[in-house]
């Protein structure tokens, strides 16, 4: 008998060798005293970072290009292979041309190049990253959306000045600190309750997403809430489907703006009508283990533009969700199981 599935594979965005130990952001002699030999991860107002045309690596910048010491602004990322390293706002310098490359979804999209870089976003270009350049883009980004979000004191309105060397920020009023917050989601891949790992799983569609594009469901924990809790009732809200057998596959960070993946599996009943909600879930269906291998081989390289993939339940095709999502680890990791 076949073995439950697991992942099997580490989530793209949860790949990290940075050492981003606390007690280093409270050393302002010991950061100091190592930035001129730091490196710097440049973010521009899009969220987008430089990466050698080809290259699975940021490219980074030295740190006393941009001063002594670091800038007020400069944000302390982690040390790996005894170098710190930072991230701070950047722009695209010099004329830059348009390539087109594949982005989220598979979907080929536009990004600048200059100077042999392209400046890509990490939702499109996370997954073609090692393992270090995915884990300091990842926390950059988080830094950043918590960066333009916490000017002002949630207490009494207060603006508030970065400390820590950007992993708090301290009330000018009152001098209370407050730190970068994470907002947990479930995930859940759900399939039949055929054999072990079931012939078919669950899929939808959000009604402001274009045609063909399909993932599993998810959605945030709410107060008071347990995780497992959070499941069932997602699930229930969004399809109308009760499930069972909840269990837990591995999280990945979604610093879009602030989130926490945390993925799971459930069994559900395929012969239960699916009522999708309302304004939220435009179509709701099952697809077969056959279909969706279909169209891992047909979309399994991320530089080939999408293909067609027929669906036997009734769907003109299949776009999977992106390569740097769990949403995609998850159905690879079912896909590849057996029943």
């Given at each position: 008998?076949?073995?439950?599935?697991?992942?099997?594979?580490?989530?793209?965005?949860?790949?990290?060798?940075v050492?981003?130990q606390?007690t280093l952001?409270?050393?302002?002699?010991?950061?100091?005293?190592?930035?001129?030999?730091?490196?710097?991860?440049?973010?521009?107002?899009?969220?987008r970072?430089?990466?050698?045309?080809?290259?699975?690596?940021?490219?980074?910048?030295?740190?006393?290009?941009?001063?002594?010491?670091?800038?007020?602004?400069?944000?302390?990322?982690?040390?790996w292979?005894?170098?710190?390293?930072?991230?701070?706002p950047?722009?695209?310098?010099?004329?830059?041309?348009?390539?087109?490359?594949?982005?989220?979804?598979?979907?080929?999209?536009?990004?600048?190049?200059?100077?042999?870089?392209?400046?890509?976003?990490l939702?499109?270009?996370?997954?073609?990253?090692?393992?270090?350049s995915?884990?300091?883009?990842?926390?950059?980004?988080?830094?950043?959306?918590?960066r333009?979000?916490?000017?002002?004191?949630?207490?009494?309105?207060?603006?508030?000045?970065?400390?820590?060397?950007?992993?708090?920020?301290?009330?000018?009023?009152?001098?209370?600190e407050e730190?970068?917050r994470?907002?947990?989601?479930v995930?859940?891949?759900?399939?039949?309750?055929?054999?072990?790992n079931?012939s078919?799983?669950?899929l939808?569609?959000?009604?402001?997403?274009?045609?063909d594009?399909?993932?599993?469901?998810?959605?945030?924990?709410?107060?008071?809430?347990s995780?497992?809790?959070?499941?069932?009732?997602?699930?229930?809200?969004e399809?109308?489907?009760?499930?069972?057998?909840?269990?837990?596959?591995?999280?990945?960070?979604?610093?879009?703006?602030?989130s926490?993946?945390?993925?799971?599996?459930?069994?559900?009943?395929?012969?239960?009508?699916?009522?999708p909600?309302?304004?939220?879930?435009?179509?709701?269906l099952?697809?077969?283990?056959a279909?969706v291998?279909?169209?891992?081989r047909?979309?399994?390289?991320?530089?080939?533009?999408?293909?067609?993939?027929?669906?036997?339940?009734?769907?003109?095709?299949?776009?999977l969700?992106?390569?740097?999502?769990?949403?995609?680890?998850?159905?690879?990791?079912?896909?590849?199981?057996?029943?």
């Amino acid at each position: 008998m076949p073995g439950r599935f697991t992942l099997g594979a580490l989530p793209t965005l949860s790949r990290s060798t940075v050492d981003r130990q606390e007690t280093l952001r409270t050393d302002p002699a010991r950061l100091i005293g190592k930035w001129p030999e730091a490196r710097v991860v440049l973010l521009d107002d899009n969220g987008r970072t430089p990466v050698a045309e080809g290259g699975s690596a940021l490219a980074t910048r030295k740190a006393v290009d941009f001063g002594g010491e670091p800038p007020a602004d400069a944000v302390f990322l982690g040390e790996w292979e005894d170098v710190d390293y930072w991230s701070l706002p950047g722009r695209i310098e010099g004329d830059a041309e348009t390539v087109r490359m594949a982005g989220s979804w598979g979907v080929v999209e536009e990004v600048p190049r200059v100077d042999g870089e392209i400046w890509v976003e990490l939702r499109g270009y996370g997954d073609q990253l090692d393992d270090t350049s995915a884990g300091l883009f990842t926390t950059a980004q988080a830094l950043r959306h918590w960066r333009r979000r916490a000017r002002f004191c949630t207490r009494d309105g207060s603006p508030t000045e970065l400390v820590q060397f950007g992993w708090a920020s301290r009330c000018a009023a009152k001098g209370h600190e407050e730190y970068p917050r994470t907002d947990p989601a479930v995930i859940c891949l759900v399939h039949d309750t055929d054999g072990v790992n079931g012939s078919h799983v669950l899929l939808a569609r959000q009604s402001i997403w274009p045609a063909d594009r399909y993932s599993v469901l998810a959605g945030f924990v709410e107060a008071g809430e347990s995780l497992e809790g959070c499941v069932a009732r997602e699930i229930r809200e969004e399809v109308g489907v009760e499930v069972s057998d909840v269990r837990y596959l591995g999280s990945q960070p979604w610093p879009f703006p602030r989130s926490i993946m945390l993925g799971f599996t459930a069994r559900a009943d395929r012969s239960a009508p699916l009522i999708p909600a309302e304004g939220e879930i435009e179509e709701a269906l099952w697809v077969s283990r056959a279909d969706v291998r279909a169209a891992f081989r047909n979309r399994g390289t991320p530089t080939r533009e999408p293909i067609p993939t027929p669906i036997a339940d009734g769907a003109a095709r299949l776009l999977l969700p992106g390569n740097s999502s769990i949403a995609r680890v998850m159905l690879k990791a079912w896909a590849e199981a057996e029943e």
